[in-house]
């Protein structure tokens, strides 16, 4: 009555030929995919993520592009004028005035504009920038920085004034491991490395931003966690009265215990020692830490101090087996110290594909 008849007889040689292509991209992506490693870049803010981005970027050879250089060069304008309106704000708070001689200075800082495509940094500027970065009162109001989350970069750009006044000046890999944008959304970066792609992903770490890293929990191979040890005695950006290590150390908490990662590799970054090492010798872990036992300006009893605590956080719970957790103390503005670092952990990445 009906008879049965095979679709597959009346297949053309077209047909055969775009079904073993489809095949053949089907297996080429499955093997991608089993020799990709996808890396969550997490932390608060100020931690130094975008900085271990950009410095993966340098490592692996993958340079930026004229745009993307001409881009941080006017980014760096715009750290500096709008880093000393922000310690001129903070000023207020401290009850500190700049000399009468900067008075003008204030009211030109204020209208300084965003640079456009080719355009010199503008050389009116020059002077007055460089002589408020010198006011007594400005300087005071720098070394209470932890006070108001001060851009860390403004020292080092101010040093340097006459360089990046330059009308021919192009931003040095320094300078672009310097210069800083608040990370807004994700950012996504492949980098081809011997045995396996390597995908990072970076997402803000403000509070704000957060509720975003939930879109990117599927399928994370490791985390790499970044800590601001210098952030031990600063409050956050976004709430003055927060303290940056309490918040990262929430968040750790957070990130270690959850079910999205129960079988995640974690990598802490207990970052910019650099910045700790001098600000230790002046501001003591005690006065903001009291259980710290350690000799005040002791930089090594600080580390292991904060080490023990991250540490303590990952394993409160009571798995019987606790996966490990690899902790490394970095400068990510370092290059030399961070192709070290980042060959272990690379190699630890690895390992997760076998």
């Known amino acids: 009555m009906g008879a049965c008849m095979s679709h597959d007889g009346g297949a053309t040689e077209e047909d055969k030929r775009m079904h073993a292509v ?45 745009l993307e250089v001409e881009q941080f060069r006017q980014l760096i304008f715009g750290n500096i004028t709008h880093g000393i309106r922000t310690l001129l704000e903070a000023m207020v708070g401290f009850s500190l005035q700049v000399d009468d001689s900067n008075t003008d200075n204030l009211k030109l800082v204020e209208k300084a504009p965003d640079l456009k495509d080719g355009e010199p940094f503008p050389v009116e500027y020059l002077e007055p920038l460089r002589s408020l970065w010198q006011d007594p009162a400005v ?10 989350a001060l851009p860390e970069n403004l020292a080092y ?57 939930i879109h990117c929990f599927q399928e ?37 215990h959850s079910q999205w990662f129960k079988n995640t590799s974690i990598i802490l970054f207990l970052n910019k020692v650099d910045i700790f090492t001098e600000k230790i ?4 872990i005690r006065s903001v830490f009291p259980d710290f036992e350690g000799k005040e300006g002791d930089v090594d009893a600080g580390k292991e101090y904060f080490r023990k605590r991250f540490l303590r956080l990952s394993t409160k719970s009571n798995r019987v087996k606790e996966r490990e957790i690899y902790i490394h103390f970095t400068t990510a503005t370092d290059t030399k110290l961070l192709t070290k670092v980042m060959a272990a952990v690379e190699g630890a990445f690895a390992l997760r594909l076998c």
């Open 281 to 284: 010798a002046s501001s003591h």
């Open 157 to 213: 750009f101010f040093h340097d004034l006459d360089r990046l006044f330059a009308p021919n000046f192009t931003p040095s890999q320094q300078d672009i491991l310097r210069c800083r944008a608040r990370t807004t959304g994700i950012i996504e970066t492949d980098f081809d490395l011997r045995t396996h792609r390597l995908h990072m992903l970076d997402v803000g770490g403000q509070k704000s931003e957060r509720r975003k890293w």
């Open 22 to 66: 489809a095949e053949k991209h089907m297996k080429e992506a499955k093997k991608a995919m089993d020799n990709e490693v996808k890396v969550l870049l997490l932390g608060s803010g100020d931690s130094g993520k975008s900085t271990i981005l950009k410095q993966m970027r340098l490592i692996h050879n993958k340079p930026f592009t004229p």
């Open 220 to 256: 994370v191979t490791s985390i790499l966690f970044l800590v601001s040890l210098s952030g031990y005695d600063q409050c956050l950006v976004e709430d003055k009265d927060a303290n940056q290590m309490n918040d990262a150390l929430a968040i750790w908490d957070q990130v270690c």
């Open 139 to 148: 300087q005071k109001a720098w070394d209470r920085g932890n006070e108001a």
